[in-house]
């Protein structure tokens, strides 16, 4: 009897250790966008253009041709909250007529975290050195790389698109 109740309590608390180490599967949907080819997209660009620089919309408005949504949903057991972006393009006469931008970064918001993220390493040495710490920390962010904002957001989970490989049947070398 004294056998067979040890491993039983053995087995009883590694199920009730292992029922808590859940995974929690990354979920990524919609269009990711490029900052750089959002802050390209202009008023007076044609549908073909924008579809080029875009991409295709994943959902499309069956009604409305005159809208396209561009929507971008990713959730993560590392953040509270998912992340949660759409850019709306407006067309009259097949042109842009006007863009509504929900959180999908541009070129110049990532500039301007960069800058950001450079003045406040550099106060942080400037008052490590007035303490009179010896070993002053200077990071510089890899460039492309998403940093936190100051209202606490988490980086861009998803990198930068790489550049495609060449198509199947060219030649790699020198002709």
Not at 47 to 53: E, M
Not at 56 to 68: C, E, G, L, N
């Amino acid at each position: 009897m004294k056998r067979l109740a040890l491993p039983t309590i053995f087995l009883a608390f590694g199920a009730l250790f292992a029922s808590g180490c859940v995974y929690k599967m990354n979920i990524q949907q919609g269009n990711y966008l490029v900052p750089d080819s959002v802050s390209q997209l202009k008023e007076g660009m044609t549908r073909s253009q924008v579809r080029f620089l875009l991409g295709t919309p994943m959902v499309p408005v069956a009604f409305d041709d005159s809208r396209w949504d561009y929507y971008y949903y990713f959730n993560s057991q590392k953040f509270k909250k998912p992340l949660k972006r759409r850019l709306t393009v407006y067309f009259a006469d097949d042109k842009v007529a006007r863009y509504e931008n929900q959180g999908v970064p541009t070129q110049a918001d990532l500039e301007q975290l960069e800058r950001d993220l450079r003045k406040a390493v550099a106060e942080t040495d400037k008052d490590k050195k007035k303490s009179g710490d010896a070993t002053p920390t200077t990071t510089e962010p890899a460039s492309g790389a998403g940093t936190p904002s100051e209202a606490g957001q988490a980086p861009d989970p998803v990198p930068p698109s790489a550049p495609s490989p060449a198509p199947a049947g060219t030649p790699s070398g020198p002709t």
